[in-house]
T-cell receptor, first 118, second 115 residues
């Protein structure tokens, strides 16, 4: 099945530095990838949709200068958290929409990145 | 915004018990998806329900889509510790003003099955 590989699985960084998270589609091409943020014991909140070769679409309230998204190829999307602060500490997950059954679509998710800003 | 109301938010039960998780909305859905997420991992798609009144079974899990396609439920029979996780209902909709789709989740039900 369609697999999305996300790296790193966890990262600790100092406040003020930037962190890049990568998401790769391993056996399919993803023209669109989705980035979510999740706090402990809570649901996933969509942050932005990345589109290969064009600008990302950000959800309301998400700072696009803070969370830089690049989707330069059909198999790679990256999320860069710039000038990270402790409040940016969270679990970040990417996903892609794929055909699961003959007529149904579902989403396949990366394994997530635990970001801790100290 | 067409919200997905999910209940209960937290559920802690003993091994062998049955449970039901509910997902409701005031809007009609063309389809609804259920995901399960284990700690430190991304969600995994369990099932998609499409037809009003549809019932789908996945081993001890039974998924039902309401006749009016506004609600869905997940029933687990004889829960096991391995069922522990966050259960999420979600709707896949076309983003406004564009051709892209996006997946919106309910608040989730955090299930703990104690041995």
């Amino acid at each position: 099945g369609a697999v999305v590989s996300q790296h790193p699985s966890w990262v600790i960084c100092k406040s003020g530095t930037s962190v890049k998270i990568e998401c790769r589609s391993l056996d399919f091409q993803a023209t669109t990838m989705f980035w979510y943020r999740q706090f402990p014991k809570q649901s996933l909140m969509l942050m932005a949709t990345s589109n290969e070769g064009s600008k990302a679409t950000y959800e309301q309230g998400v700072e696009k200068d803070k969370f830089l998204i690049n989707h330069a190829s059909l198999t790679l999307s990256t999320l860069t958290v710039t000038s990270a602060h402790p409040e940016d500490s969270s679990f970040y997950i990417c996903s892609a929409r794929v055909l699961v059954r003959t007529q149904n679509y579902g989403y396949t998710f990366g394994s997530g990145t635990r970001l801790t800003v100290v | 915004t067409q919200l997905l109301e999910q209940s209960p938010q937290f559920l802690s039960i003993q091994e062998g018990e049955n449970l039901t998780v509910y997902c409701n909305s005031s809007s009609v859905f063309s389809s609804l998806q259920w995901y399960r997420q284990e700690p430190g991992e991304g969600p995994v798609l369990l099932v998609t329900v499409v037809t009003g009144g549809e019932v789908k079974k996945l081993k001890r899990l039974t998924f039902q889509f309401g006749d009016a396609r506004k609600d869905s439920s997940l029933h687990i029979t004889a829960a096991q510790p391995g069922d522990t996780g966050l259960y999420l209902c979600a709707r896949d909709t076309r983003a406004s003003g564009g051709s892209n789709y996006k997946l919106t989740f309910g608040k989730g039900t955090l299930l703990t099955v104690n041995p």
